[in-house]
């Protein structure tokens, strides 16, 4: 199953959604990362990719799937988009990878907006194919850099620590009532690899920065550091390590509300023989779209979000109503529900169901 890119930004801007996810005006962040939605050590297919416990010779088939997710750093909300398939094909040796397929939604994505596009990924994406790939589509990145993996990188930054001629700018903030205190380091334009005396291919070049918080004593809170190809100064190092930062919404706030709210994503509804799976899957992220949509523009709905505890049991009690009546819309079961509750007496079904 597919949908589409357009049809989606094209309706949320319709709606005037799409403009409270603008980053700075100018920009829109959009989150990659992988996750399973499918595991057996029984089922398989020749989509399946497989692991193989070294010590026991068991063979663990899943599915995965990209989840490329519109983040902003003071929404908590995400808004989901087409999904990419971490699938095998038939005639290549090697698995398919989170990589790969991030690099075909990269080339699926025809963006109907005119803003810029900012790629976000973990440490995985910090590597120059992918750089070269985003950059190729003409859109920016922030990705997670991390020293363990990024040897050479990190071998400039200690150099120009130690001469001191970093940039650094530091805020303080109060947040919850305790004193925080933020330190943005900064860079630009340096090496992502060693060149290895390659004059003809030159490495990319990447500018980096870290954020570190601390508390008022000095211990520190969060320390996280990020690439980028926009050009780092005093006046933006904040609002480019915020970007990077919220990243973090594609796993806690699509992710995991796929796999724990309500939708049990990982749970494994079907495997089929070739494409029930990914159908399946891409049933369940759909339906997660329509949720935040109506979140964030149906009065009716969000009024009930709020009076209800969790997503969870909003939708167990909707699988129970609609189980047992036949409603003339979906407002008006959202109607009937909400009168219900508020009035904490039986309510006369008539005018609401069939």
Not at 262 to 282: A, I, P, Q, R, V
Not at 319 to 331: A, C, E, I, P, V
Not at 340 to 348: F, G, L, P, S
């Amino acid at each position: 199953m597919q949908w589409s890119h357009e049809i989606i930004l094209d309706k949320l801007r319709d709606i005037g959604i799409l403009d409270k996810f603008y980053f700075k005006d100018d920009y829109m962040l959009v989150a990659l990362d992988g996750t399973h939605y499918h595991s057996s050590k029984n089922i398989s297919c020749k989509c399946c990719q497989s692991k193989t416990n070294s010590d026991t010779g068991e063979v663990h088939y899943y599915h995965s799937v990209i989840t490329p997710t519109i983040v902003h750093p003071d929404i908590k909300k995400v808004i989901p988009l087409m999904q990419e398939f971490i699938s095998n094909d038939d005639g290549k040796d090697k698995q398919d990878c989170e990589v790969n397929a991030s690099k075909r939604w990269l080339d699926s994505f025809n963006n109907p907006t005119n803003k810029k596009l900012i790629i976000l990924g973990d440490n995985l994406y910090s590597r120059e194919p992918m750089i070269k790939k985003v950059l190729d589509k003409s859109h920016s990145y922030i990705f997670v850099a991390k020293p363990t993996s990024h040897k050479y990188l990190y071998e400039q930054i200690e150099m120009i620590k130690n001469l001191n001629t970093i940039d650094t700018k530091i805020i303080s903030k109060m947040i919850n009532g305790k004193k925080q205190i933020f330190t943005y380091n900064y860079i630009n334009n340096l090496a992502i690899k060693n060149p290895q005396g390659d004059t003809q291919h030159p490495p990319q070049e990447v500018n980096w920065c870290e954020v570190i918080v601390t508390n008022a004593t000095g211990n520190k809170l969060y320390h996280n550091s990020f690439v980028t190809d926009i050009s780092l100064n005093v006046n933006n190092v904040i609002d480019i390590a915020t970007a990077g930062r919220s990243r973090w919404k594609i796993e806690n706030e699509n992710n995991n509300t796929l796999k724990t709210k309500g939708y049990h994503l990982d749970h494994n509804f079907g495997h089929g023989k070739e494409n029930l799976s990914k159908t399946l899957c891409s049933l369940n992220i759909l339906a997660f779209l329509f949720h935040t949509v109506q979140e964030l523009d149906d009065d009716l709905y969000m009024e009930l979000r709020d009076n209800i505890g969790t997503r969870e049991e909003f939708f167990v009690g909707i699988n129970f109503l609609t189980t047992m009546f036949n409603f003339k819309s979906f407002n008006k079961m959202l109607e009937y529900i909400l009168i219900a509750r508020q009035t904490e007496e039986n309510v006369d079904m008539k005018g609401y169901i069939m």
